[in-house]
């Protein structure tokens, strides 16, 4: 009876063409990796500036594992913080330019233990439309009252606040700073105007920002100027490690310390991990060659496969989305992009809404030219195959004008074109 439910629930998404089935990696991944016999090219990951795997983080980790063991054997709040955790949280803090900060297992448990610490019920959350699952579950858990505001919508955010603030105590905006599934940006200048005009806090999350863009890779809001109350960032993308953190003073630090049920019911971030930080911040402040090829390799895939007939949104990230519609479309092409050796996986519902289903092209700085070639031959190929042309799904047009320009008044990328 109880499996039978887990059944049909199996059974409903491989009808809606909504099933997950990973594939399995033989080899460590990079730039390409070993799947299914082959080399393939990989273009979904989120190693940004190739630093996955760098002997550097290789032996830190080696080394750390070999100093403080292989566990941090409790939560923090029980049997004490390493110092190696300590010296962790110090350099992340000084990289972000922010007094304090809090290390994290993942940028998931950041998420949720960050926003339900920071506001409870009596306040109220601010949260865009686009954000990602892990910051729409942690409004969830912090039981405040949340207001969804149009995708990176200021003024409707400012008429959300002046109908809804009265409504909490304390007042709490959240954004992503790169969107992950859409690759656009938000005006962090007029959202941070907005916050205090209202009287709110900001928490922005730099999860596709941080290494890739700002002075020294420091993120979207160094690149705007703007200083958020919580900045939130994950070590497991641009970092080329895993983890995460949360940054800000040293009062919303010791809250979230205090009451983060993600921090203090869960055992303490790996210390080796924890070691291996340091190291990172140095590869990714020095990596300003990295950041160029990344940026000129994701203006080419989005520059050709426009030219190509492809429907891709405007934008200046790293992340190039491809709209496909119908979930099944995104999973014939990602399934017609394998065989001819690329590996980019199709994205749909809830990751993303309905008729909207897309691949998520994302290319990293240890991609080669020629790689880049083969990756447009291979999408040149497709183009050419009739059932595989690219639609105009009216769902799609929405999803292409809702996007604003207002990013590129922070200058993301260094770039003019759009
Ligand atoms: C990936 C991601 C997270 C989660 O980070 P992990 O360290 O992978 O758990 C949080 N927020 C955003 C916007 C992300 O893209």
Same mark, same amino acid.
């Given at each position: 009876?109880?499996?039978?439910?887990?059944?049909?629930?199996?059974?409903?998404?491989?009808?809606?063409?909504?099933?997950?089935?990973?594939?399995?990696?033989?080899?460590? @991944?990079?730039?390409? !990796?070993?799947?299914?016999?082959?080399?393939?090219?990989?273009?979904?990951?989120?190693?940004?500036?190739? /630093?996955?795997?760098?002997?550097?983080?290789?032996?830190?980790?080696?080394?750390?594992?070999?100093?403080?063991?292989?566990?941090?054997?409790?939560?923090?709040?029980?049997?004490?913080?390493?110092?190696?955790?300590?010296?962790?949280?110090?350099?992340?803090?000084?990289?972000?330019?922010?007094?304090?900060?809090?290390?994290?297992?993942?940028?998931?448990?950041?998420?949720?233990?960050?926003?339900?610490?920071?506001?409870?019920?009596?306040?109220?959350?601010?949260?865009?439309?686009?954000?990602?699952?892990?910051?729409?579950?942690?409004?969830?858990?912090?039981?405040?009252?949340?207001?969804?505001?149009?995708?990176?919508?200021?003024?409707?955010?400012?008429?959300?606040?002046?109908?809804?603030?009265?409504?909490?105590?304390?007042?709490?905006?959240?954004?992503?700073?790169?969107?992950?599934?859409?690759?656009?940006?938000?005006?962090?200048?007029?959202?941070?105007?907005?916050?205090?005009?209202?009287?709110?806090?900001?928490?922005?999350?730099?999860?596709?920002?941080?290494?890739?863009?700002?002075?020294?890779?420091?993120?979207?809001?160094?690149?705007?100027?703007?200083?958020?109350?919580?900045?939130?960032?994950?070590?497991?993308?641009?970092?080329?490690?895993?983890?995460?953190?949360?940054?800000?003073?040293?009062?919303?630090?010791?809250?979230?310390?205090?009451?983060?049920?993600?921090?203090?019911?869960?055992?303490?971030? /790996?210390?080796?991990?924890? !070691? #291996?930080?340091?190291?990172?911040?140095?590869?990714?402040?020095?990596?300003?060659? #990295?950041?160029?090829?990344?940026?000129?390799?994701?203006?080419?895939?989005?520059?050709?496969?426009?030219?190509?007939?492809?429907?891709?949104?405007?934008?200046?990230?790293?992340?190039?989305?491809?709209?496909?519609?119908?979930?099944?479309? !995104?999973?014939?092409?990602?399934?017609?992009?394998?065989?001819?050796?690329?590996?980019?996986?199709?994205?749909?519902?809830? @990751?993303?809404?309905?008729?909207?289903?897309?691949?998520?092209?994302?290319?990293? !700085?240890?991609?080669?030219?020629?790689?880049?070639?083969?990756?447009?031959?291979?999408?040149?190929?497709?183009?050419?195959?009739?059932?595989?042309?690219?639609?105009?799904?009216?769902?799609?047009?929405?999803?292409?004008?809702?996007?604003?320009?207002?990013?590129?008044?922070?200058?993301?990328?260094?770039?003019?074109?759009?």
């Amino acid at each position: 009876m109880f499996l039978d439910s887990a059944r049909s629930r199996l059974a409903a998404l491989e009808r809606e063409h909504l099933l997950r089935t990973p594939r399995t990696l033989a080899a460590p @991944t990079g730039p390409t !990796a070993l799947i299914e016999g082959r080399e393939r090219i990989v273009l979904c990951s989120n190693d940004y500036l190739g /630093l996955a795997g760098h002997p550097k983080l290789r032996e830190a980790l080696a080394a750390g594992a070999m100093t403080w063991g292989s566990s941090a054997s409790a939560s923090p709040q029980v049997s004490g913080t390493l110092r190696v955790h300590e010296e962790a949280a110090e350099a992340i803090a000084a990289f972000m330019k922010q007094p304090a900060a809090l290390l994290f297992p993942s940028g998931t448990a950041a998420n949720h233990g960050a926003i339900s610490a920071l506001v409870g019920p009596g306040d109220i959350v601010f949260s865009d439309a686009l954000n990602h699952a892990s910051i729409i579950d942690g409004c969830r858990l912090s039981r405040a009252r949340v207001v969804v505001y149009p995708h990176a919508d200021t003024r409707a955010l400012d008429a959300l606040l002046r109908a809804h603030r009265h409504e909490g105590a304390t007042a709490l905006i959240v954004t992503d700073a790169v969107f992950s599934m859409d690759g656009d940006t938000t005006d962090l200048k007029a959202l941070a105007r907005v916050a205090s005009r209202w009287d709110a806090g900001l928490l922005v999350d730099e999860a596709h920002a941080l290494g890739v863009v700002g002075p020294g890779g420091r993120g979207f809001a160094a690149a705007c100027g703007v200083h958020p109350d919580l900045v939130v960032g994950t070590f497991g993308k641009a970092f080329g490690l895993a983890g995460a953190f949360a940054a800000g003073p040293a009062e919303l630090i010791a809250v979230i310390a205090n009451r983060a049920r993600s921090y203090v019911f869960s055992t303490a971030m /790996l210390p080796a991990l924890a !070691a #291996a930080i340091p190291s990172s911040i140095e590869l990714v402040r020095g990596a300003d060659d #990295a950041r160029a090829r990344l940026e000129l390799a994701s203006a080419t895939l989005r520059q050709e496969l426009s030219a190509l007939g492809f429907q891709i949104p405007p934008g200046r990230s790293a992340i190039v989305p491809m709209l496909l519609g119908a979930p099944e479309r !995104a999973m014939q092409f990602s399934t017609r992009l394998f065989d001819l050796d690329v590996f980019v996986h199709g994205i749909r519902p809830p @990751t993303v809404p309905i008729g909207t289903s897309r691949l998520r092209i994302v290319p990293t !700085a240890a991609h080669t030219e020629a790689h880049l070639e083969r990756v447009l031959a291979a999408f040149s190929a497709l183009a050419q195959a009739d059932e595989l042309r690219p639609i105009d799904d009216p769902r799609m047009r929405v999803s292409l004008a809702n996007r604003l320009d207002e990013d590129l008044e922070c200058g993301l990328g260094r770039g003019s074109g759009r």
